[in-house]
Nanobody
Framework: QVHIVESGGALVQPGGSLTLSCTGSGLRLDFHAVAWFRQAPGKEREGVSCISTSDGSTYYKEFVKGRFTIYRDNPKNSVDLQMNDLAPEDAAVYYC???????????????WGRGTQVTVSP
């Protein structure tokens, strides 16, 4: 049975950093593309970053470029998202999604975790 779990969400001050982790069981994440999405209250879920499986290419939405880094930790069977210089507008529930290829469309992903809350506040 496939199980995806996000962790690492917390309350952080503006300008601070967090590392989120997406861990898989019942599947090997290094055989799949893994994306991070986020959803703030009252807003639609939006893509943040994705790492492909074919050549390890990474993709970022413009609003996180230069601040967020996605990478694999294969011994842990996880994909982590290092987030720096966090701003209040980054506050959201962050979700991990797994599929064969990277996409910014929610409907393209078959497997999701339940999310982890990131709060950015003084």
């Amino acid at each position: 049975q496939v199980h995806i779990v996000e962790s690492g969400g917390a309350l952080v001050q503006p300008g601070g950093s967090l590392t989120l982790s997406c861990t898989g069981s019942g599947l090997r994440l290094d055989f799949h593309a893994v994306a991070w999405f986020r959803q703030a209250p009252g807003k639609e879920r939006e893509g943040v970053s994705c790492i492909s499986t074919s050549d390890g290419s990474t993709y970022y939405k413009e609003f996180v470029k230069g601040r967020f880094t996605i990478y694999r930790d294969n011994p842990k069977n996880s994909v982590d998202l290092q987030m720096n210089d966090l701003a209040p507008e980054d506050a959201a529930v962050y979700y991990c999604a797994v599929d064969l290829g990277c996409s910014w469309y929610v409907s393209d992903y078959a497997s999701w975790g339940r999310g982890t809350q990131v709060t950015v506040s003084p």
